[in-house]
């Protein structure tokens, strides 16, 4: 089983910036497109934002776009998501996932490994 784990959430004043990261097996992050969602307590998970696997394409949610940027760093088996510009409303619980087919990453029915989730928190 492929194994993700993030770290990097935190509390943070609105503006202000954090960089989430998420590391996993090699096996994930030499073939698997990856994503981040997030999530806060009777909410569904959402989409933030997806890379493929050699982090040539990117995919955003509207609410970050402009604000957020994922990357990748293969070598050290690696994903990122750098936020800055932070609302109260991007407050939730950040998970990494990663699934077989590009098309299916923004899909949170279709991600086949999930992380255990960060927690990350901005205050007005």
């Known amino acids: 089983q492929v194994q993700l784990v993030e770290s990097g959430g935190g509390l943070v004043q609105a503006g202000g910036s954090l960089r989430l990261s998420c590391a996993g097996s090699e096996r994930a992050f030499s073939s698997y497109p990856m994503g981040w969602y997030r999530q806060d307590p009777g909410k569904e998970r959402e989409f933030v934002a997806a890379?493929?696997?050699?982090?040539?394409?990117?995919r955003y949610a509207d609410s970050v776009k402009g604000r957020f940027t994922i990357s990748r760093d293969n070598a050290k088996s690696t994903l990122y998501l750098q936020m800055n510009s932070l609302k109260p409303e991007d407050t939730a619980v950040y998970y990494c996932?990663?699934?077989?087919?590009?098309?299916?990453?923004?899909?949170?029915?279709?991600?086949?490994?999930w992380g255990q989730g960060t927690q990350v928190t901005v205050s007005s």
């Open positions: 890379i493929d696997w050699a982090g040539v394409s990117t």
């Open positions: 996932g990663a699934a077989n087919r590009w098309h299916s990453i923004s899909d949170r029915f279709q991600i086949n490994y």
